[in-house]
């Protein structure tokens, strides 16, 4: 073991040996000097005792001149062994009397250390002074004292010392130790803590300090264990705190108001686009912020740090991608009484929920479809905008428009077709508006334009007139070329309802008038109109009654003449529904909404079987050679068994194919021509005619109608009525009964209402006509006494 001058084992066995030292100095000195003085006090004692005892005596004598009696008490005194001299002076005497065990004069005596005691010796009677005694008292004992007090200290302080460096030993080997643990302890490796252990060899205190030393590295050791797995811990938790930031977007970042220090966390790096460790300031950081933002967020911090406060701001940021992308951030000033002033805050990437959110409130008031306002916002801007007429006392209109015909599109060219057909619709319309009105989509083919400000219904009309002119027009979607028109009703604010919901089924209510009234035109709204929409949800509920149970759904049949020799050849079945309290209803009041409810295929396989059903019955009559022509809409269309189900019918009642004809409408023939080629063609194999209806209506191509498996043309009525007054009418009438025969086909002549009409198609060659001047259409036991009473040259 090194030992320096400052080290406690050398302190503390210099201290002990000096003490030791210093003690046994002071034991000599001390002790010494105490046993001589206590010796030479008991001598005087002794001494005065014997000087008391002779003094009376001596003076009594003396005072008598009594010498022999003076010898006889020294000679008595000499025989105490101690006494080695006695002497008597006094004035009585010639001389002093001296009387000593040894030839010694009283120096010698008193060289040699012995003890010497004078005493004055006064006359008992007078006190006066008689002479004095001198006694020398032996030293001998007091050196055989002193002998044996040297030889018992010497023996103490050589067992003192023993003691002593015994106890030195003792303590330099426990101090040894003690410096063992010490550098032990300067060894210990906290990397390795197992490694340290103290061997324990006594049950002394330096054993019991190894022992607790060993407890404390047990309990150390422990400790490091745990701080290690807390260490653990705590990196795994900051590696998952790292990736729930990265995951959750969430940044954190502390700035330093005073020395301007700025930290930042690895996903506040990610978020800025930056590389992590890139050194950024508190200004480069700002910089970050959009221009829009910057004012707002920089104020909202300044007042923060001025009044210690909390903040939360969301704002967008421009990356230096140009990117831009938002966050919101919450954040609180820390202020300390030593000036100390910092912001502690995190920040969240909120772009995705900024966008999911522009993306719900687009859905939420915007069509998913056409993007035009949806129902919601629609109601929400009507509001708006009824609270401001209302104030400024101004006008606004309401317009509700729907394409006419539009469910054929979806029926015969699919939704995808239809969808792009409303796109572009949707993308029309907006171009006849202004910024101010508002464009919305109800769903389906229902669109509502709201005009606030409107002077007068004027402005509307004007814009319905606009609107109508530009959809008649040929539109391109996708492969189709498409011709299309659209129903405008119209209602106006105050006058036709001082709330939303009150002005758009107002609307609504016109627009149905306008296609009650042919279609392709617009109405504004009055209150003869009625309400047509509850009108129309009360006979939806009794058409499917009435559908469902059969019961109401008529035929009537309106006769064709052949135009060469005047007979009937024909009757074009037509539906009517005799409706229990509105009496009977015609087609155009009720066929529309069986296509929306989804009645149309089992409403027309009625109408289908009844004509079979009736066909026979007049064969039975012997009425026969009669054809009837029945109408298929875009729906029965695609319905997979309607050719199964004509097909049995005419084998259930026995009609013969060559009986029926069935009649498509031009558009419906021309929307998907694919399917129409495969469906006539199986009509087609079963023996059926195929009659294409309203012709000269539609945009047929004449390279399609080649194609087509048809024997009869149908005029529309729309040309046969003015064809007497019009040139125009009349060179398209002809150029279609010419076009018809040059292509194989029949043509039957609609619309026929006086006898020039008649007279004329004769003429053109014509081959069968049908009209009002012939015949109505009439129920069929009518039909029956008609034929039975018809004179051929009528």
């Known amino acids: 073991m090194k030992i320096s001058f400052t080290s406690l084992t050398f302190k503390t066995l210099s201290l002990l040996f000096m003490s030791s030292i210093i003690f046994i100095i002071f034991i000599v000195v001390i002790a010494k000097e105490s046993f001589f003085q206590g010796y030479t006090y008991l001598i005087k004692e002794d001494l005065s005792s014997i000087e008391e005892k002779i003094s009376p005596d001596i003076a009594m004598n003396l005072s008598y001149g009594l010498t022999s009696d003076l010898k006889r008490i020294a000679t008595a005194q000499l025989k105490h062994k101690k006494i080695l001299l006695l002497k008597i002076d006094s004035v009585t005497l010639e001389k002093p009397m001296l009387f000593s065990k040894k030839n010694k004069s009283i120096q010698e005596l008193k060289d040699e250390g012995h003890f010497v005691s004078t005493k004055v010796i006064y006359d008992p009677a007078t006190k006066n002074e008689l002479g004095k005694t001198t006694i020398i008292y032996s030293n001998e004992s007091y050196k055989t004292y002193m002998q044996n007090f040297y030889k018992w200290f010497i023996g103490g302080v050589s067992i003192f010392g023993l003691a002593i460096a015994l106890l030195g030993f003792l303590l330099y080997n426990s101090l040894k130790r003690l410096s063992v643990l010490a550098s032990s302890f300067e060894r210990f490796n906290p990397n390795r803590p197992k490694d340290f252990h103290f ?31 807390l260490n653990d811990t705590i990196l795994q938790k900051e590696a998952h705190l790292k990736e729930a930031q990265r995951i959750a977007k969430v940044g954190s970042w502390e700035y330093n108001v005073i020395d301007g220090s700025l930290l930042l966390s690895d996903e506040v790096y990610r978020i800025l686009g930056v590389k992590f460790g890139t050194a950024i300031t508190w200004k480069d950081f700002l910089d970050f912020i959009s221009k829009d933002d910057y004012d707002n967020v920089v104020k909202v911090i300044e007042d923060a740090i001025k009044h210690g406060s909390k903040f939360n701001i969301k704002y967008a940021l421009i990356l230096k991608s140009k990117n831009e992308i938002y966050v919101q951030t919450r954040g609180k000033v820390r202020k300390k009484a030593g000036g100390m002033v910092r912001i502690t805050a995190v920040s969240m990437d909120i772009t995705n929920d900024i966008k999911n959110k522009k993306t719900i409130e687009k859905l939420a008031y915007y ?21 401001y007429a209302k104030r400024e006392q101004t006008n606004l209109a309401v ?4 394409l006419d015909h539009f469910k054929l599109i979806n029926d015969t060219l699919g939704h995808s077709v239809g969808d792009d057909m409303l796109i572009h619709i949707a993308e029309i319309l907006k171009i006849h508006i202004r910024e101010s009105d508002t464009l919305s989509r109800l769903g389906g083919d ?41 129903s405008i009703g119209v209602s106006l604010y105050p006058d036709h309802g001082d709330n939303s919901e009150e002005l758009i089924r107002n609307a609504d209510t016109a627009m149905y008038e306008a296609k009650n009234s042919g279609r392709n035109n617009y109405r504004i709204y009055s209150q003869s109109m009625g309400n047509y929409v509850d009108q129309q949800l009360h006979l939806e ?89 029945i109408n298929l809409s ?9 050719v199964s189900f004509i097909s049995s019918m005419l084998h259930n009642y026995q009609v013969s194919p060559s009986q029926v004809e069935f009649e498509i409408t031009e558009t419906l023939s021309m929307t998907n021509m694919t399917n129409t080629l495969r469906i006539l063609t199986e009509l087609k194999a079963i023996g059926v005619s195929i009659a294409i209806d309203d012709f000269g209506t539609g945009h047929s191509s004449l390279a399609y109608l080649k194609k087509f498996p048809i024997n009869t043309l149908k005029i ?15 060179t398209i009438v002809q150029t279609i009964v010419s076009m018809a025969h040059s292509l194989g086909f029949n043509t039957v002549a609609e619309g026929v209402e006086t006898l020039e009409h008649v007279a004329l198609l004769k003429t053109m060659g014509c081959d069968q006509l049908q009209g009002y001047y012939f015949s109505k259409p009439i129920p069929k036991d009518e039909f029956t006494k008609f034929i039975q009473d018809y004179m051929p040259n009528k």
Do not use: C
């Not at 324990?200 to 797995?229: C, F, H, P, W």
């Not at 317009?399 to 729907?402: A, E, G, Q, V």
């Open 199 to 229: 061997n324990v060899q006594t049950n002394d205190e330096i054993g019991t300090i190894n022992r607790s030393a060993n407890i404390m590295v047990q309990k150390l050791t422990k400790y490091i264990d745990n701080t290690q797995k």
């Open 716 to 730: 529309d009525r729309s040309f046969v009525l003015d064809i007497i007054e019009d040139d125009d009418d009349k």
């Open 399 to 402: 317009m509700f428009l729907d």
């Open 367 to 387: 069509d998913s479809l056409t993007g035009l306002a949806n129902r919601t916002l629609l109601k929400d801007r009507m509001h708006k905008a009824i609270q």
């Open 634 to 642: 875009a729906r029965q269309f695609q319905d997979p068994n309607l």
């Open 541 to 629: 509920q009794d058409l499917i009654q009435a559908v469902k149970h059969k019961a109401g759904i008529e035929v009537f049949y309106q006769a064709k003449i052949d135009s060469e020799n005047n007979f009937i050849s024909g009757a074009e079945a037509l539906a009517r529904w005799r409706h229990p309290t509105n009496g009977l209803i015609f087609p155009d009041q009720f066929i529309h909404i069986a296509e929306s409810t989804g009645l149309m295929i089992e409403l027309g396989n009625i109408i289908i079987e009844e004509s079979i059903f009736q066909l026979q019955e007049w064969n039975k009559l012997g009425l026969v050679g009669l054809k009837i022509a």
């Open 446 to 486: 229902e669109f509502v334009i709201l005009l606030p400000s409107v002077k007068s219904i004027f402005d509307a009309q004007n814009i319905a007139s606009k609107i109508q002119h530009t959809l008649q027009s040929k539109h391109d979607i996708g492969d189709h070329q498409l011709y299309i028109t659209s």
